[in-house]
């Protein structure tokens, strides 16, 4: 692997690489006022949430690498102490990448981009309406990292009221990642859409205990097939699988005595365990090479 001390970079080419690890980010479409009421709609992708209780969102205003100087955005909360958050769909992402442009002061983000201003309930700052979701938040505080070219200004944010459009919700009320459709920030150019394939459920239960990665069998463990997602998914489980079972599935199951009929039985019981976990079976996945440990592990017969 390359390493690379930061000292030894200019900002910008350290900029990039920290932008292209930690990612993808979401968009933070900031909607502000400043004093004499004008509007200001800028993006940042240095943007997350932090708590639930109380409800804070964070994200960073960074210094112009180019000229040191700060942008609108972190003015206005400075000024005004209010801003909200508009979320970023899809539909509204090339709309959300114009507002980057630096406009004349005295020319609307909502003009110039097409985007309709609402009013907010309890912030003074409009929400994006065509946004499907958006957080009026209060500033909490506001947090300079530094005072050079690339320092980033934490913006430390209460949410006070929360919208989400009906139409992305599915019939428990919450939030759909497919009728969300969000836009999540990569490195220099780039973007990745969080809906449709993109899309993995990843569900793993913290109690009870499972198994873990070094009760697996050490067939399992130094495969060759088994990728360390398969791994992962395999260590999960709440019980390794008896012999009982083993026999069971090897009397019972033609793709198993297919797979020991093969010239590398061992690698194609891996082969079909890696498969049914694609399907999501686990358990069954859990037997296949369980039993490829007793037929032909090292601590097999």
Not at 235 to 260: D, F, M
Request: proline share 7%; glycine share 6%; hydrophobic share 40%.
């Amino acid at each position: 692997m390359r390493s690379l001390d930061p000292k030894d970079l200019n900002t910008a080419e350290l900029h990039q690489y920290l932008l292209g690890i930690v990612a993808p980010r979401p968009i933070a479409f900031a909607s502000t006022l400043d004093e004499e009421g004008r509007a200001n709609l800028a993006p940042y992708s240095f943007f997350n949430c932090f708590s639930s209780n109380p409800p804070i969102v964070v994200f960073s205003s960074n210094r112009r690498v180019a000229n040191n100087t700060t942008k609108d955005t972190l003015h206005n909360v400075e000024a005004t102490g209010e801003v909200v958050i508009n979320a970023v769909s899809y539909e509204i992402v090339r709309q959300m990448a114009l507002a980057s442009v630096e406009f004349p002061l005295n020319e609307s983000e909502f003009e110039q981009t097409g985007l309709t201003p609402i009013p907010s309930e309890v912030v003074r700052p409009f929400r994006v309406k065509e946004s499907p979701a958006q957080l009026e938040c209060v500033v909490r505080q506001i947090i300079p990292l530094g005072d050079r070219g690339g320092a980033g200004h934490l913006i430390i944010n209460e949410v006070v009221r929360v919208h989400v459009r009906e139409d992305v919700l599915d019939e428990k009320d919450r939030i759909d990642p497919h009728k969300i459709d969000l836009m999540g920030r990569m490195g220099r150019a780039f973007y990745t859409r969080a809906s449709g394939e993109a899309i993995h459920r990843i569900y793993q239960p913290v109690k009870p205990l499972p198994i873990g990665y070094q009760q697996l069998p050490r067939s399992v463990r130094h495969s060759t097939i088994l990728t360390g997602n398969d791994l992962g998914r395999l260590a999960a489980i709440l019980e390794a699988p008896t012999g009982p079972s083993l026999q069971k599935l090897r009397q019972e199951n033609p793709r198993v005595q297919e797979a020991l009929a093969r010239e590398k039985p061992l690698e194609a019981l891996h082969q079909y365990a890696q498969i049914e976990l694609a399907k999501d079976n686990a358990e069954l996945a859990a037997r296949i090479a369980w039993l490829g440990e007793v037929l032909f592990g090292k601590d097999g017969p």
